[in-house]
């Protein structure tokens, strides 16, 4: 007689099941975690960072194949000069300090935004970062860094229309497939979840086509405060979704 319990290495691994193959995260509510503890914002920007090594660490642990953090938008220049340098500080300090760390445990990056304009040093440092760990086969980290939605889909369709002129492309052979390989994200599978914390309820010009059905969640919690529960309950609110792609029952994504 089969028993109803399955033997422990029946069982999947813990966490694995159904979960998303890739979450991007819209990691917001520092400036005002910081405010309300009568803190700089540049305060919560470093606290944040912490939230980031246990984010990343988590998604390995739990197996996961792709994280994406958008981390400084295409927007972000508007605001003040000194928090603009304490953030691409904090991308120096992270890159610099976490990276071999980050290699020995097998993650490999891919920075996704505008490489033009960024400081010579952050753009050697991410070229660093993705050379190191590009034969990597753990966890794929993202980062969307001076990153903006609309400038890649331009980027791309600049791609494009100098392929159709060099007659690599014929006008009549562009598909999505064509668009999405000239996206920085080629290769990359799209998000199944969108995570934004701290209440915000909007993109913010984050992977917008990309996300055209990936199922959004929206915790109270400031970025600061996020941690590995916060993640896995944003995981188990998506496996109670059901995903339908346009049709009229549940499936997978395809
Ligand atoms: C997110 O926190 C970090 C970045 C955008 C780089 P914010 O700095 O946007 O925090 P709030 O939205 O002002 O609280
Ligand atoms: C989006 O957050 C960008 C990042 C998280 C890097 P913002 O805080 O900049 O977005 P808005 O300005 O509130 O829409
Ligand atoms: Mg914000």
Known sequence: MPTLEASPDQRPLAGTAGL?????????????????????????HRKGLDTVRRIVRHAGHIGLEVLTLYSFSSENWRRPPDEVTYLMGL??????????????????????GERDGLWPDIRALLEEA?????????????????????????????????AVKAGAIDPSEIGEETIARHLDTAGIPDPDLVIRTSGEKRIS???????????????????????EAEFDRAVAEYQARERRFGGVEARSAP
């Open 91 to 112: 991308l120096r300090f992270f890159i610099r300090r976490d990276l071999a760390e980050l290699h020995a445990n097998n993650v490999r990056i891919r920075v996704v």
């Open 205 to 227: 010009n984050f992977l917008l086509w990309q996300s055209a059905y990936a199922e959004y969640v929206f915790p109270a919690t400031c970025w600061p405060d996020f941690d």
């Open 130 to 162: 993705e050379t190191l760990t590009a034969g990597n086969t753990g966890l794929a980290l993202v980062i969307a860094f001076n990153y903006g939605a609309r400038q890649e889909i331009v980027r791309a369709m600049r791609r494009i229309a100098e």
């Open 20 to 44: 998303p193959r890739h979450v991007a995260i819209i990691m917001d509510g520092n400036g005002r975690w910081a405010t309300a503890r009568g803190l700089a914002r540049t305060e919560g």
